[in-house]
């Protein structure tokens, strides 16, 4: 059974880090990319990062460039999302996700269930 599991998320206040994480089961991680999206109510699901083993450097949308650093311990099969600086705009449930390839969400194959980050101001 394929499961991506999340965990980390909470309240923080504006300014602070949360660490996020991804475990994954049920499926060769070395062969799938594992992006981080997140959606805010009455919002869109976004894509904020993304990080393959195999190819490339991570993805990050412009929202969270300098702020947010996404790692993989492939010896876990975890990936990883460090949130620093955090601001308000943040606030939402983020889901991991993987697939053959970053890109938009709908190329994602398995989800995640999310966990709730809310930065307060």
């Known amino acids: 059974e394929v499961q991506l599991v999340e965990s980390g998320g909470g309240l923080v206040q504006a300014g602070g880090s949360l660490r996020l994480s991804c475990a994954a089961s049920?499926?060769?991680?070395?062969?799938?990319?594992i992006g981080w999206f997140r959606q805010a109510p009455g919002k869109e699901r976004e894509g904020v990062s993304c990080?393959?083993?195999?190819?490339?450097?991570?993805y990050y949308a412009d929202s969270v460039k300098g702020r947010f650093t996404i790692s993989s311990d492939n010896a876990k099969n975890t990936v990883y999302l460090q949130m620093n600086n955090l601001n308000p705009e943040d606030t939402a449930v983020y889901y991991c996700?993987?697939?053959?390839?970053?890109?938009?969400?709908?190329?994602?194959?398995?989800w995640g269930r999310g966990t709730q980050v809310t930065v307060s101001s």
């Open positions: 049920g499926f060769t991680f070395d062969d799938y990319v």
């Open positions: 990080i393959s083993s195999s190819a490339g450097p991570p």
């Open positions: 996700a993987a697939a053959l390839f970053c890109g938009a969400a709908k190329f994602y194959d398995y």
